[in-house]
Structure formats: C-alpha cells, structure tokens
C-alpha cells in the first residue's frame, strides 16, 4: 500500500493482500488487476525506455559531460540524470500512484519499501563505467516488481537501438530498432567449450577461480546488464557474478532470462529475490539457461 489520496480507492470487495485500508492509502493490489497487466504495460515501457535511450545520446553524442563521484564512488554523468527524469515522469503518467525506486533516488528507508507490494525498479543508465569509455555497452533498465519477484523487464540499449522485453507469462523478446519483436529463448548446452559472459569492468579472482574449475569455456567481456541479455537470447551459457551488484543493475534483465526460459539465482540456487531488506545489493548470483548442469558446483566454498 502506498500513500496517494489522489488514487481512487478499490472497487468495494476487491481484497487487499494487506487487509484492511488505512486511511490516506490505496491497495496495489486493485491497482493493477482493476488497469493493466506487465503485458499490457510493456509496449508503453519499451516506448518510455527509447525515449531515456534518446535523452542519453544527446549527451552521449555531444562529449560534453561532466563526471561527478557519488558517496559509493560510483560515477554519475548528466545522462543519468536526464534519463532518470525521463523515466520517472513517463511511469508517474502511465500508472499514476505507484511507487518508483531509481539508482538515482534510492535513499528511501526500508521502513517505508516494504510495504510495497507492487513498484517499478529503475537503472536509468546502466554502465556509466561504459558510458564514459564510449564503448556503447550501456543500458535502459525498467523493471516492474511485485512480490519481490520481477514481472516485467525492459533493458533497451541506446547506441545499438536494440530493446530486450518481457512480462510473465508473454515470453521475452529482442527488437532492433522500429522492427519486428522477435522471440528469445536460452540454448541448450551444446558439446563445445562453455560460453561464459563477465563483467568488462568488474573481473576479479573469483571469477577466475571460478573458470579454473569451469573447465573449457570462452569468455566473453561484456558491460552492464548486456550480460544477461546474452545468456536469455542465447549467445551465452552462464553469467557467474561474485562480486557487488546493486538491485536496479539485475530487475529488468532478469525478467527477460526468466521468459526466456533461463534463471537468476543466488549461489545456492534460490531464486533471486527484491526488497527483501535494508540493504539494496544484490548477493552474488548465477545466471544461466540450461538447468540441467548444477552451475554452483564450480564455486569456491
């Protein structure tokens, strides 16, 4: 529940999955079931992410920006700004009264998230390590979370004007430009070398210990939340990441592997999960497409 006298209460006995109303708020709950589905949602949120995407590259493309350093030494650009503007005005328009969680405003007490049932998770510039390298592997992520479990997922990458998408239940999709969405599943493992996608910025011993007793594979460097994508469109067999992520880094992407057929686990398998806690970072996790292979087995104890 959240508070937004501006919100119509719910229809008379439609349930709230937190009993009864309190005064000055409304249920999630009827928000959604009484409007429209993450499936119904989508195109508008592919739509909103290209329109981040564009304010991006007008920065992107002036190399003009100044790079400041925020509390957690991370870098912030314009472009992060400008996108998280974006995207924060285009989600209050399209589902007015649910709650938004940026990167880029996300000093919001846990006392006060968990009572969300239902919010969108926002990276508005994922890779702002490669943003400033000009490598073009950055991303739009956009995801709606309900139960702590992603139910859509939008990552959009600007330079390529390529839009990964997916909501339960509609399948998962990779579009270039104003083309056809088309459908992507995970592979199969197949008999070469394992494909394995890490970090470009974040490579670290674990990752190596964790590739010596991998076995023959191929690494793929890869920034940003692109890691993912590859293993959902099926380019990659496993994403191991040991190291720090923050919730807004993995959302939206995840959404995508999982209707894909794929899954993002913590090290011991669980699904991973949001809001659940104080803290905002991800423990470390797997990505992978065929389950049929216990991927933990090569982790470190």
């Known amino acids: 529940m959240i508070a937004n006298p501006a919100v119509p209460a719910p229809r008379p006995g439609v349930p709230c999955r937190y009993g009864a109303i309190l005064p000055g708020f409304v249920c999630l709950d009827s928000l959604m079931t009484e409007h429209r589905t993450p499936a119904a949602l989508l195109p508008d949120v592919v739509a909103l992410a290209r329109r981040a995407g564009t304010a991006i590259l007008e920065i992107y493309h002036s190399g003009e920006y100044a790079v400041e350093e925020k509390e957690d030494n991370s870098p912030l650009t314009a472009a992060d700004l400008a996108a998280h503007h974006v995207i924060v005005d285009g989600l209050a328009e399209l589902t007015p009264g649910l709650p938004v969680l940026s990167e880029e405003s996300a000093n919001l007490p846990y006392a006060r998230r968990r009572r969300w049932a239902q919010y969108w ?9 490669e ?5 073009g592997e950055f991303t739009v992520n956009i995801a709606l979370i309900e139960d702590g479990v992603p139910v859509l997922g939008v990552v959009h990458v600007p330079v390529s004007n390529v839009t990964y998408s997916a909501a339960r239940g509609a399948g998962a999709f990779r579009q270039v430009a104003a083309g056809t969405p088309q459908s992507i599943r995970v592979r199969a493992l197949g008999a070469g070398p394992v494909k394995v996608v890490g970090s470009r910025s974040h490579r670290g011993r674990s990752l190596d210990d964790y590739l010596a007793r991998l076995g023959e594979h191929e690494l793929v460097g890869m920034g940003s939340s692109l890691k993912l994508c590859l293993v959902a469109e099926g380019a990659a067999d496993v994403y191991p990441r040991l190291g720090p992520t923050s919730e807004w880094d993995t959302a939206a992407a995840q959404c995508v592997v999982e209707q894909a057929g794929g ?24 990505v992978f497409g065929d389950a049929s ?3 933990s087995q090569y982790l470190s104890d």
Do not use: E, H
């Open 263 to 286: 899954s993002v686990t913590t090290a011991d398998l669980q699904p991973l999960r949001y809001n659940t806690k104080d803290s905002l970072l991800n423990p470390f996790f797997l």
């Open 293 to 295: 292979r216990d991927w």
């Open 121 to 129: 998770l926002v990276d508005p510039l994922d890779g702002t390590r």
């Open 131 to 135: 943003f400033i390298k000009r490598n």
